[in-house]
């Protein structure tokens, strides 16, 4: 097998670069984190030969692969912007209490206060794109380019479990407590990472969500 090979370019397909990881897994790139999150979403709907489709920020892990080349088959057949919308996931309202420490950092870039802040980010319907960093913590999108906001300068040495934070424009919210760059603007009770559900993570790919002030 190659060592990587991509699909057209041109034409209805977008470029989607495939890469063999090992000797049972392929790695697709493609453009960003919405058409991560679609391929994935896509590719479980209509079949296909892995036994894990994992989004990331600009990729799809497709693990346990019984036929690469079957898969690339399969692949050709996908056109980003539908399956997520087609599919899309149950919504999940998190409680939030905004009392972060970085609230009036994120109001002056935003050029508003605290009750702007609230207001605007409460107002917002974000997307869990994918998981990573700690079991439950799901980077969701949704914040517009304008509102994003750097990390910090220096990371915290501990962030509190339950934070919700905003790092560029991702939005976050801490399972357990861990070091941290992301500013933080409350905290909520919902727990984000259980093993005894179904489904152990809240925020699973493809989740919709909402922030509901307390």
Same mark, same amino acid.
């Given at each position: ?69 079957? #898969?690339? $088959? ?5 056109? &980003? %912007?539908?399956?997520?919308?087609? @599919? +899309?996931?149950?919504? /999940? ?58 990390? #910090?300068? $220096? ?5 509190? &479990? %339950?934070?919700?934070?905003?790092? @560029? +424009?991702?939005?976050? /919210? ?41």
């Amino acid at each position: 097998m190659a060592d990587s090979w991509a699909l057209a370019d041109d034409g209805p397909v977008p470029h989607l670069r495939l890469v063999p990881v090992g000797p049972a897994a392929v790695l697709a790139e493609v453009a960003d984190a919405g058409e991560a999150l679609d391929l994935a979403a896509w590719a479980r709907t209509v079949g296909v030969g892995a036994l894990e489709v994992v989004p990331g920020a600009g990729t799809v892990l497709f693990d346990g692969v019984e036929d690469p080349v079957a #898969l690339e $088959t399969v692949l050709v057949g996908w056109r &980003p %912007g539908g399956a997520v919308a087609e @599919g +899309a996931g149950a919504l /999940v309202e998190v409680p939030t209490t905004y009392d972060g420490p970085d609230l009036d950092d994120v109001a002056e870039r935003w050029g508003t206060d605290r009750d702007g802040v609230v207001e605007r980010h409460a107002a917002l319907t974000f997307v869990s794109a994918f998981c990573g960093f700690a079991p439950g913590f799901a980077y969701l999108t949704g914040l517009p380019d304008e509102l994003a906001v750097p990390r #910090l300068d $220096t990371p915290r040495s501990r962030v509190a &479990p %339950g934070s919700v934070g905003l790092a @560029g +424009a991702w939005c976050g /919210v801490y399972p357990t407590a861990s070091p941290g760059g992301w500013r933080l603007l409350g905290r909520t009770d919902a727990v984000l990472w259980d093993p005894t559900r179904s489904s152990p993570a809240l925020l699973a790919p493809g989740t919709r969500v909402r922030f509901v002030p307390r």
